[in-house]
């Protein structure tokens, strides 16, 4: 389509309309837009005029080049009438392009014959309907149309229709059918067709007629109600004599008849212990009817064997065992019952454990039990604890004699009196004798008990070094004891009312001192100690205790002491010279009686030895009641630690 862009107002509101179109389309007009660009700034160059006649209507129109008689003359109204150019009969063709003025002229169409259109069968639920339409035979225009309705229905359109009751043998079946539009019904009835079978069982013949293609071979003989003969089937009578089969259903007439079944052995087979088995049966080689059925024969069930053990847990002292008791078939081997057995525990084999006794050192175990199977301890050992060590007597070892200059030493052992292990080993010193010795002679003298004065020693040592007094190493309390200064040294005198608590034996007076240098230093004596006199001395009768009567010659418990007879005191003796026996009677001074003791009847005396170091002299005396014995005695100067 091309448009010339117009000078007239006509020609804007076409360009407008173009542009609308061009712009309202989802494609433009133009194949070229272009082209169409160029095309529609080109200026029209050339018009024609259109000279028309309407009826008694005329106009002048104006057409540009590529305008159609359509265009131009589309807007005047034509109704029942069509174009031709002046002076021409044959209706315009309103496409054609005008190329130059021109002039036309309507005329009114001719109507043709009516034709029919848009036809529809009547149904029968709808009347039957089309549409009465004539057109100009000259321009080809629709000129009237009528929509014409018939007033009968059609008939029904039934389908192939259903049989609602079976036609038999005697009676006339029904078939229904139903009209696809409508659903309207009609029922015709119909006839079976029907055919013979004849059959033949040896001299049992007869017919039976039957409806073809529905009744069976075996419905048709179940209604001739006749006892056919066993053991037979059924073939086709003449012809190829094929074998009926029964199930089928009768196409055509057709004679069957009976022939005797061959029979053959079905094999049956054995029970066995669970399942049943089958005796042996026949059937027919050619039908396959069974002739004669074969029976069930029962399981015959397991035969038990002897019971065996299986799953044998031994019993111990302590658990249980078990096994299982099985019994199998001894058919075919089958497992038919378990039984668990529990075998209750043999309990422990008690055995004795030895033990054994405990040393100084080692514990010891008593007897245990213990199971001689399984070990188990019954009875646990108990342990005896070490006896420990018997300490014996001390006993010395490695002694080393001290010399003057040199200590000397032992070891003070103590061994088990049992084991003989050494329990205690202690190293004792003995202290250097030293080089200042000093040897004194003391008299051993004798206290009785009862003596009203005590024991004096003499020493001729420093009194002011004496530290104190011990008798058999017990340091005697003061008040037991005094000093006095002597003319060669000094005296200690142990009263008697400390001697008199002394049972009777010998005692070791020791005198102890320390010198300038606090070193100690001691001597000793032998005191005897004597018991009392069992009679009274004082009147030579039996009597008095002695402790005090031979004092004075009151005391006593016989009467007043004798002055000629036995001695009794220290002033009733007589003689100068001392005998032994019970009674003094022999000298003035130191007369004393006792009944157990030598009396000795001379004054004593010692020998004096001087030490090395220090020229330290003892003299020590025993004196006892004015009489002694002087006895040497060693007394050692000792560096103390
Ligand atoms: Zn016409
Ligand atoms: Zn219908
Ligand atoms: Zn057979
Ligand atoms: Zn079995
Ligand atoms: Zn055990
Ligand atoms: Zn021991």
């Known amino acids: 389509m091309k448009k010339k862009l117009k000078k007239t107002m006509a020609g804007v509101a076409s360009l407008s309309l173009v542009l609308a179109l061009a712009f309202s ?11 169409g660009i160029a095309a529609n700034l080109e200026p029209a160059s050339v018009s024609y005029t259109v000279t028309y006649q309407n009826g008694s209507a005329t106009g002048e129109l104006t057409a540009y080049e590529g305008d159609t008689y359509g265009d131009v003359l589309s807007g005047i109204n034509l109704t029942g009438r069509h174009w031709c150019i002046y002076g021409s009969n044959e209706p315009l063709d309103l496409t054609t392009e005008i190329t130059g003025d021109v002039r036309v002229v309507s005329k009114t169409c001719t109507a043709g014959e009516a034709v029919k259109e848009n036809e529809a069968d009547a149904t029968c639920i709808s009347y039957a309907t089309y549409d009465s339409v004539t057109y100009c035979v000259k321009c080809g225009a629709e000129l009237s149309r009528e929509t014409v309705t018939g007033n009968e229905y059609a008939a029904h359109t039934y389908d192939n229709g259903e049989i609602t009751k079976i036609a038999t043998v005697n009676e006339a079946g029904e078939i229904t059918y139903t009209c696809t539009v409508c659903g309207a019904t009609k029922t015709e009835e119909y006839q079976a067709q029907t055919c013979t079978l004849t059959y033949r069982d040896g001299s049992n013949r007869g017919t039976v007629t039957v409806v073809v293609g529905v009744t069976t071979y075996q419905e048709a003989l179940d209604s001739a109600k006749q006892t056919w003969r066993e053991n037979c089937h059924w073939r086709k009578y003449g012809g190829d004599q094929s074998l009926i089969d029964l199930t089928e259903t009768i196409s055509g007439d057709i004679t069957i008849a009976t022939s005797k079944c061959t029979e053959e052995t079905v094999e049956g087979k054995a029970a066995t212990c669970t399942e049943t088995g089958l005796t042996d049966g026949t059937k027919c080689s050619v039908c396959g009817a069974i002739l004669t059925a074969q029976a069930e024969i029962p399981a015959t069930g397991h035969t038990a064997g002897e019971a065996v053990k299986e799953n044998e847990v031994a019993a111990t002292c302590t658990e249980d065992g078990s096994y299982d008791s099985v019994v199998y078939c001894t058919v075919c081997e089958e497992e038919i019952s378990r039984q668990t057995v529990t075998v209750e525990a043999t309990g422990h084999t008690e055995e004795t ?24 301890i019954l009875t646990a050992q108990e342990e005896i604890p070490a006896t420990g060590h018997t300490a014996g007597e001390a006993v010395i ?38 080089t200042g010795t000093t040897t004194v002679t003391v008299s051993a003298g004798t206290y009785t008990i009862g003596s009203a004065a005590g024991a004096t020693i003499t020493c001729d040592g420093n009194m002011n070094q004496l530290t104190g007094v011990q008798v058999n190493g017990t340091s005697l309390n003061s008040s037991n004891y005094t000093v006095a200064a002597a003319s060669n040294g000094f005296t200690v005198t142990i009263l008697s009312s400390y001697l008199d608590t002394l049972s009777a034996g010998k005692y070791t007076v020791t005198l102890m001192f320390m010198d300038d240098a606090e070193n100690d230093y001691s001597g000793s004596v032998t005191l005897t100690v004597a018991a009392g006199s069992t009679t009274d001395p004082s009147d030579n009768t039996s009597g008095g205790t002695g402790a005090t009567d031979p004092t004075d010659n009151t005391d006593g418990t016989g009467g007043t002491a004798s002055t000629t007879g036995t001695g009794s005191g220290t002033t009733s003796a007589t003689g100068s010279t001392g005998t032994t026996g019970t009674t003094d009677t022999t000298d003035t001074t130191n007369g004393t009686v006792t009944t157990t003791s030598t009396i000795t009847d001379s004054a004593s005396t010692s020998t004096v030895k001087t030490g090395v170091e220090d020229n330290l002299v003892f003299y020590v005396m025993a004196i006892i009641l004015g009489m002694g014995v002087a006895v040497p005695v060693m007394v050692k100067r000792r560096k103390m630690q």
């Open 397 to 434: 070892e490695n002694y080393v004699a001290a010399t003057a200059t040199e200590d000397g030493s032992y070891d003070s052992v103590v061994y088990c009196a049992v084991c003989g292990a050494e329990l205690s080993r202690e190293k004792a010193i003995i202290n250097a004798t030293g």
């Open 353 to 376: 454990v030895e033990g054994k006794a405990a040393t100084c050192t080692e514990a010891g175990l008593t007897d245990g039990v213990k199971c001689s199977v399984c070990g188990t």
């Open 25 to 35: 389309m989802p494609f433009p007009a133009y194949a070229d837009k272009t082209e």
